[in-house]
Every structure is written in C-alpha cells, then in structure tokens.
C-alpha cells in the first residue's frame, strides 16, 4: 500500500515532506537526543522553535506589529466559548454572521454566555451563499462581529473581508488561513484550529490585535483569559509540543513554496479546474453561488443519491480518499487544501469524468 490523494476535510492532509522530516527526527530531534515530544517547553531548545515558527507565520502573514500571535489548544470550538468569555461586555451585544455550520456553531456557543444579534443569515436559502453586505443589520455598538471566512461543510468563502467599520472584526479561518494572502490588519482577532492548513488537530493559531487583549476581564478562569496567555507567550500551561514542531515545519515548507502568493495561485489553479470541470459536466452539480465558492473545500452531488455508494467505494480503490460529504450537506465533498497538489486533483477530475461516463 501506499499513501493516496487525501480529501479529507478534518484532520487533512499534510505536506509529505513535512511527514518525511518529522519521521527523520523522530527519536532524536535537533541534537537534544531525544524527541521533541519528551523535552520541556521551556527548554531553550523549544523556545527557539516557538520563536521561529512565530516568526515564520508573521512572515507568511506580513502579521502587524501590533498583532500577538498566539499558539493555543482547545480546537476552534473552545474559541467559540472563548471569545465571548473575553471580549462581549456586559451591557454590549455581539453580531454574527451566519454563513454555515461553524457560524452557527459559534453563534450557538456565544450564546450562552451573551446576547448575540444574528446581522445575516444564508439559513433560508440552504447556505448556499453570502447575504450581501448592504443586507447586514449591523449594530455600531456591538463588542465585535463574528464571520466564519469560509465554511469548510457547505464550501461558502469570504473572497473579500467585509468592511464593518469600527466594530472590531472576528474571524475564524480555520479552513482558509495560509491558503492566500490575506490582509490581516482587517481584523481586530483571527483564529485557526490547526488540522486543515496548518497541523494536527489541538492546536489553534490565534491573531489579535493588542488593544482587544485589554478588555480580557480579570473576573475569568487564567487558562480562558487570552491576555494572560499572551503575556505568558503561549505557555501558561504546557503547550501542545508535538502540534507547534509540526505546524512550525509546515510554516517552512510554505515558505520554500514560495509563501502566500504562491499559495493562492495554485490554489486557484485547483479550484478552477475541479469548479469548471464540475460545472461543465452536465452530471455533478455545486449548489454554492459561483462568486462565493470555496476554494478549499468543494461540495458536489451526483444526479442519484443511489449512486453515492459506488462513487466512494470506486474512487477510494482508485487512491482518492475521504470524498464522502458531510452528514447535513449529503453528496460528495472534495477538500483540496494547501497539501493536495494540482495532480491530486488532476486525478480526481479524470475519476469524476470516467465514473459519470460509465453511470450516465
Ligand atoms: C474544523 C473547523 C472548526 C472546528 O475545529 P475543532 O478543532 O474541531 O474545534 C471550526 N471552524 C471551522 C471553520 C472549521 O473548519
């Protein structure tokens, strides 16, 4: 057996060269003679790596000076609760943007512990696009406004940040983050859980502006308050070690792509082709408007449900794996992050065509 084209949505691929070196230093890592697993977080060796990858992510990110850059746990989905936790106040609302799944789910954890506006919603029309931004029923005097820049289940992306004026902006790039330049000084906090673009699942890259750490409340549990981890440089508590190595290659290999820009046009590339062979097939068929599609993750129906079975099991026994879609989207989902090359998908698309000729 051999390793196949991945798909998978979450825990995704990762870049083989970044697996090749971790297996490499494995057992001994950067002369400590032992892994990077078994070291302390506070050794000056580890620091170093901390230190780099930060850097490294600042780099790719051309992140202001003005930002921290945090290194957490928890997956996105604690952030949903944490968010709230410290920057709703007491006699502020918060306004959301439901766009998918993950604003919902955001939306939904916000909720407990604040009253939350919900300024737009796509729920009526299925998720299948972005309520346009004149449609928002924004509240100037609301703590922030939350967006899920793109939503990994229904394959909806943010092409552009929207303008939201002096509210602050928050946005969870979990599926999107490093996929493209992205002009962070248009948000006020950014957050990534790490198992799509950046690593493995645990960890959470979080972006935030320094004025937006002051109204963390000092009435909060230490280990939710993000001020208190920033002054603690991600470290409060023990990190997750193994996540921050890994992610910190990933950085690298980014770089050696030729960061960003590089990214984004060979993510436009992927998208294009599967997008436009798709559209073109008169069998598949995306539900998303065309000017808010995805470019990471790319739900598709055949014309049958019935035939749903027989697509897996052929393309899986073909070296593509992890098409099946989400529970409440059905159909198929191709997820081609930053790891899947063109030829990954490339071998998809010549699947695709000889299935439907075959099951026309
Ligand atoms: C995967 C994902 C999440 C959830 O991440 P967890 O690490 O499982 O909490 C949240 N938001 C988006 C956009 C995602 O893609």
Redesign the pocket.
Known sequence: MSRAYNFS??PAALPEDVLRQAQTELLEWNGARASVMEISHRSKAFIALAEESERDLRELLDVPANYTVLFLQ?????H?AQIPMNFARRDQSVDYVLTGD?SE??AKEAKALTNVRIAATAAVTNYDRIPPREEWDLDPGAAYVHI?A???IRGVEFHEVPDVGNVPLIG????TILSRPLDVSKYALLYA?A??NIGP??L?AVIVREDLLERCPKDIPRIFNYAEHAAKNSMLNTPNTWGWYLAGLVFKWMKAQGGLAAMGERNRAKANLLYGYIDNSGYYRNPVERSVRSWMNVPFTLPRAELDEAFLKESNATGLLALKGHRAVGGMRASIYNAMPIEGVQALVDFMRDFAQRNG
Do not use: P, R
Request: hydrophobic residues 30%; neutral net charge.
């Open positions: 949505a979450g928890g997956g996105a989905s604690q949903f993950w789910k955001a899920a793109n939503e990994t969870d790039v979990s599926s859980g198992q799509k699942s645990g959470v």
